[in-house]
């Protein structure tokens, strides 16, 4: 076995994981996480980040 071969063996490995990478990112399963994912721009603040009280407050 040259290193070459092993080489080849890489790419073509490589450039099967990209595919089935690309196929699984891309299926219709996926559709409603990709919707999720694109409103997370347009949602507050306030769901992104836990509460905390204000500086001088206590949180009782």
Known sequence: MD????R????VAGLV???????H??????????AAAAALPFTGDELAR???PARGERGE
């Open 3 to 6: 290193v070459n071969d092993l």
């Open 8 to 11: 080849i063996a890489v790419t």
């Open 17 to 23: 994981l990209f595919i089935a990478l690309v196929l």
């Open 25 to 34: 990112t891309w299926s219709r399963r996926r559709s409603a996480d990709h």
């Open 50 to 52: 836990p509460q905390q």
